[in-house]
C-alpha cells in the first residue's frame, strides 16, 4: 500500500528564510532610501526603477517552473554579509546591497538572477554618486526607469529563452 502523503524530501531554503532576510534588509534600509528618493538630486526616478526592478523579478518567478534552492542560499549568504558590513560599517550602500541581494533570494530563477543584481543600480543611490563624477547636474527623472525598463527586458528574454530550452529537453 502506498503512502497517500508523499514526503518532502527537499533541503531546500524554502520561503520562511528568503522573507525574514528581505524583511530584516528593509528595516535597516527603508529608511535611507527614502530619504534619498526624497532629496538626493542624484537619486532621481530611482523609487519608480525600484518598482519596476522588484516588478520584473517576481514576474518571472510567478511564472518559472521551479524555485533555485542552490542559487538562493548564495543569494543569502551574500545579503547576510552585505548586511553585516551594513551594520558594522554604517555605510548605507552596503545595506543597499543587501536588499537588493535578499529580494533577489526571494524571488531566485537561477543564474539569470545575476542581471537582477546589475540592474539594481538603477535604484541604489550610490550608482547615482557615483555617476554624478562623470555627469554634473544630477539625472532629469527618467533615465533611472528606463534603465530599470532596459534591463527587465534582457533579463525577461534571457529567462523566457532558458525557461524555453529547459521545457524542450527530451
Known amino acids: 500500500m502506498t503512502d497517500p502523503a508523499p514526503k ?3 533541503n531546500g531554503v524554502g520561503i520562511a528564510l528568503p522573507i525574514a532576510v528581505c524583511v530584516i534588509a528593509l528595516a535597516r ?11 538626493d538630486l542624484y537619486a ?6 525600484f518598482f ?3 516588478g520584473m523579478q517576481a514576474y518571472a518567478r ?8 542552490k542559487e538562493t542560499a548564495w543569494w543569502l549568504g551574500a545579503a547576510l554579509a552585505a548586511g553585516c558590513l551594513g551594520a558594522v560599517s554604517d555605510f548605507n550602500v552596503y545595506n543597499h546591497i543587501s536588499l537588493c541581494f535578499a529580494i533577489t533570494a526571494l524571488f531566485s530563477v537561477g ?4 542581471i ?4 539594481a543600480g538603477a535604484w541604489i543611490p550610490a550608482s547615482g554618486w557615483a555617476i554624478s563624477h562623470f555627469w554634473n547636474g544630477g539625472f532629469q527623472g527618467w533615465e533611472r526607469p528606463l534603465a530599470a525598463l532596459v534591463f527587465a527586458g534582457i533579463f525577461l528574454s534571457v529567462n523566457h529563452r532558458r525557461k524555453n530550452s529547459i521545457e524542450t529537453l527530451p
Not at 29 to 38: G, H
Not at 111 to 114: G, L
Open 52 to 54: 519596476i526592478w522588484v
Open 8 to 10: 518532502d524530501t527537499s
Open 116 to 119: 537582477c543584481v546589475v540592474a
Open 29 to 39: 534600509t527603508v529608511p535611507s532610501l527614502m530619504e534619498a528618493w526624497r532629496v
Open 111 to 114: 543564474w539569470t538572477s545575476a
Open 62 to 69: 510567478l511564472t518559472s517552473p521551479r524555485r533555485h534552492e
Open 44 to 49: 532621481r526616478g530611482a523609487w519608480i526603477a
